[in-house]
């Protein structure tokens, strides 16, 4: 009996996209789609409104195209218990190209033509905004991907000053000054954002003119750590005094702010093919996080003769929307790619662990967990059992500690202190809801407050988190910060770090907050914590992958605590995120 009221079903579809919807392979907006594609062009065949609505899941889903050969193998629901879908009706896969080939909604091959709703290359099956915009990344990378004039003896003379002896980070930095694209990848501690200091020095002391450069990340938090970063480098570095002043002046942006913000759209920008961006350099970091539609809005906006620098962490969870654009680009390769390898920071059992997940060594992983070191706390329950609480005092001790180092900073008006103190300890958690969620667990560390959060939605050390980009305020998804005392007479304001100094607003003016006393992974990228705690779900969990693994565990600066059984931790290392993308193929 199929509940009437459930929004996950098309209740008045029929034949193969209902049986498809109603066991959870297709959303109901996926058949919906589907339906009206197949109305408009008078298509009757519905194996090819069946493709056509695969295609629709797909970018829902992160990939660029839905691969009909092997959907049937690769096709997944979104729950925690296992779904058999052997039993569904499948079509033959020569039989199903075929029709899907014929039908008038589909453009074959990638030569341009008529335009229409989907595009098949070979058994690939894309909407036509996601093959364009696939093709037209392809294309605007490699015209940036040119060999540039350099003058070569001032080159050397900054690299030998910049670095010490030969190493990746000075490749890095010489494919930078020499191409007009390059691409800086490695994990956390490797170097990435000292090396792009001493890329934008190398550029400065190339002539007399010094460039200008756009430094720029998804996110604000990522932003501010960069141009901290930079910042922090361009003091030790040897270099001259207008050089360092240029360093110290550079102020990051997210990509949004960027690209600029053009009212009623959320896909274009201010800055685009026909208004280029200004910059002689264009300077991107946590690009991992960078989706297909985003890359193709920036590549495009970048004027002909300015260089574009990508840097990131290929083995970080890609952008919650379709493509996954830099590890393309790494596995790809060739000039102006140079992965760095050498951790410079961090404890040494993180140090250990995170390249075991990685490189999918789930045996190297669980000896890293079970060694010993002082920097990881390894709780082996699943925190999703009732049963597990008991074992999960670490993570109990530490967020009663950090909430009420916040509370007390907070209550003092000391909104530097309040900020630093809320970076010191995070729960992450794979999901949103259910007993593994970020609901559940924020519930529960304020059960354990108790007493010590006030009354009322604004209460005083209540740490927010901005859910939605506010251009307005210029607060962006993923920025973090504190209800704190603000004057007399119990005034409270919401305190949120901008390059590196507080700013307070007045809490009315907020509409897009939640508490953060615990986030999801996703959420989490770009941002460091003191102490990480990870809460894995179980091992079934279709959201429980390597990057997602991963990119938790190098959250952790100082400390990381690990909830999970060693089931689903070996099942996370040996289940790689396999997004369906061609922009590999394009670029080779």
């Keep these: 009996m199929i509940d009437a009221f459930e929004v996950r079903h098309a209740l008045r579809s029929t034949g193969v996209l209902r049986e498809f919807n109603e066991i959870g392979v297709l959303a109901a907006a996926d058949v919906h789609v589907a339906e009206r594609l197949a109305a408009l062009a008078q298509e009757q065949d519905e194996l090819v409104a069946l493709a056509a609505a695969l295609a629709v899941r797909a970018p ?113 930095a010489r494919a930078a000054v020499e191409r007009r694209f390059a691409v800086v990848a490695g994990g956390p501690g490797t170097g990435k954002t000292t090396t792009v200091a001493r890329i934008v020095a190398a550029l400065a002391e190339q002539g007399s003119e010094l460039p200008l450069v756009a430094l720029a990340a998804p996110t604000g938090k990522a932003a501010t750590r960069l141009q901290e970063a930079v910042h922090n480098a361009a003091r030790t570095m040897d270099i001259g005094p207008r050089v360092r002043d240029e360093l110290l002046a550079l102020k990051a942006s997210t990509l949004h702010r960027l690209l600029g913000w053009k009212p009623g759209s959320h896909s274009r920008f201010r800055h685009d093919r026909n208004n280029r961006l200004p910059h002689d350099v264009v300077i991107v970091d946590e690009t991992s996080m960078v989706s297909l539609t985003q890359m193709a809005r920036l590549v495009e906006a970048v004027r002909p003769g300015a260089r574009l620098v990508l840097v990131g962490d290929p083995g970080q969870l890609t952008s919650i929307e379709a493509g996954a654009v830099l590890g393309d680009i790494v596995k ?20 250990t662990l995170a390249p075991a997940i990685r490189d999918g060594d789930p045996d190297a992983a669980i000896a890293a967990l079970t060694a010993g070191y002082d920097d990881i706390t390894w709780i082996p329950v699943d925190v999703g059992e009732p049963e597990s609480l008991a074992h999960v005092r670490p993570v109990r001790d530490g967020a ?100 590196g ?88």
């Excluded at 990057?547 to 690990?562: F, G, M, S």
């Design 332 to 351: 790809v390769g060739g000039p102006g790619v140079v992965e760095l390898d050498v951790v410079h920071r961090g404890q040494q059992g993180i140090k």
């Design 60 to 172: 829902r889903l992160g990939h660029v195209y839905v691969d009909l050969a092997t959907i049937r193998e690769t096709a997944t629901v979104d729950s925690d218990e296992p779904v058999d879908l052997s039993e569904l009706p499948w079509p033959e896969p020569d039989d199903w190209l075929t029709r899907v080939r014929q039908s008038p909604l589909v453009a074959v091959g990638e030569r341009e033509g008529e335009p229409k709703p989907l595009r098949l290359v070979d058994s690939a099956l894309y909407l036509d905004r996601y093959w364009r915009e696939e093709g037209q990344v392809a294309a605007d990378l490699r015209a940036l991907g040119q060999a540039e004039r350099v003058n070569a003896f001032a080159l050397e003379h900054s690299l030998d000053r910049l670095f010490e002896g030969p190493g990746a980070q000075r490749e890095a």
């Design 501 to 588: 100094e507080p700013v307070l607003f007045a809490p009315s003016r907020l509409n897009a907050i939640e508490t953060v006393y615990a986030m999801t992974v996703h959420k989490s990228q770009g941002s460091q914590f003191g102490t990480a705690a990870v809460l894995l779900p179980a091992a079934t969990s279709p959201i429980l992958t390597r990057e997602l693994l991963y990119t938790a565990v190098t959250r952790a600066n100082r400390h990381l605590i690990l909830a999970g059984t060693e089931e689903t931790i070996r099942a996370a290392v040996a289940r790689p995120v396999a997004r369906a993308s061609g922009l590999g193929r394009r670029l080779a």
């Design 400 to 499: 009663v500690e950090a909430a009420t180092a916040v509370i007390e900073a907070a209550r003092t008006g000391d909104t530097v202190q309040a900020m630093a103190a809320l970076g010191e300890f995070r729960v992450l958690c794979a999901h949103r809801r259910g007993p593994h969620g970020v609901a559940t667990w924020t519930a529960r560390i304020e059960s354990w407050l108790g007493s010590a959060i006030g009354r009322g939605r604004w209460y005083v050390g209540r740490p927010l988190l901005v859910t939605k980009n506010d251009y307005g305020l210029d607060l962006y998804n993923g920025d973090a910060g504190v209800i704190v005392t603000s004057g007399t007479g119990g005034k409270v304001a919401a305190a949120f770090e901008r390059r």
